[in-house]
């Protein structure tokens, strides 16, 4: 299984907090958040949690650290990358699975969620 491209990829997106992270870059018109409007709009995430998951997405080459570093403190946003940008269009199908067998929501069912962005 250690070489099974599907567990290997299963534990990049899988752990807490990862897909809710993609989402949340996704989501809006402003496509670069920075840490503090993230973990405000996750919510319940720590702020441990979250530095160790953008370092994980970033090493894995679906988001990009942008730091500006002419002010200070230095400000860093994150974005998707291109490869960050199709995985999205995996987690629209999750959301198409799930709308269709296991949960009913009008909202969700239109063709853009107010509360996902999908």
């Not at 949340?24 to 840490?35: N, R, T, V």
């Not at 973990?39 to 730091?67: D, F």
Request: aromatic content about 10%; some cysteine.
């Amino acid at each position: 299984m250690k070489n099974c491209v599907l567990y290997k990829t299963v534990n990049i997106v899988g752990k807490r907090w990862t897909i809710h992270i993609l989402l949340e870059l996704y989501k809006g018109e402003k496509k670069e958040k920075g840490f503090n409007e993230l973990k405000r709009r996750l919510g319940g995430v720590t702020p441990r949690i979250l530095s160790a998951r953008l370092i994980e997405l970033e090493r894995e080459g679906l988001i990009v650290k942008q730091t500006d570093d002419s002010s200070l403190p230095a400000v860093s946003r994150y974005y998707l990358t291109e490869s960050g940008e199709e995985f999205i269009k995996v987690i629209q199908e999750i959301k198409k699975w799930g709308s269709k067998w296991k949960f009913s929501n009008n909202e969700c069912d239109r063709s853009v969620c107010k509360y996902c962005d999908l």
